[in-house]
């Protein structure tokens, strides 16, 4: 399974057989710092209980681990994702 980092749109992507899953990611200042809110994560019916939503977010989570970001999620499933992980 391969996930895409569209930059221009700020989301993950996967995509197979007609259908996509998304996170969807904004970037901003907190306090002066480089931040990311990764606030909207979609996985298609089809797609879901697969891993896809895990998949796309550990993409989004070392994506911006690597550019050094502050992380927050508005979205849930990250929310929930980073809490079980005990990163930030």
């Known amino acids: ?14 995509q197979a057989e007609g259908a996509e899953a998304r996170l969807e990611y904004r970037l901003f200042q ?13 996985v298609p019916p089809e797609f879901r209980g697969q891993g896809i939503a895990a998949l796309l977010t550990t993409a989004a989570l070392e994506w911006a681990r690597q550019q050094h970001l502050q992380i927050h999620a508005s979205c849930s499933y990250v929310a929930r994702q ?7």
Do not use: R, W
């Open 30 to 42: 907190a306090q002066g710092q480089p931040a990311v809110d990764l606030y909207h994560t979609f």
């Open 1 to 14: 399974m391969q996930v895409q980092h569209q930059i221009p749109q700020c989301c993950f992507i996967y």
């Open 82 to 88: 980073l809490e079980v992980s005990g990163k930030n």
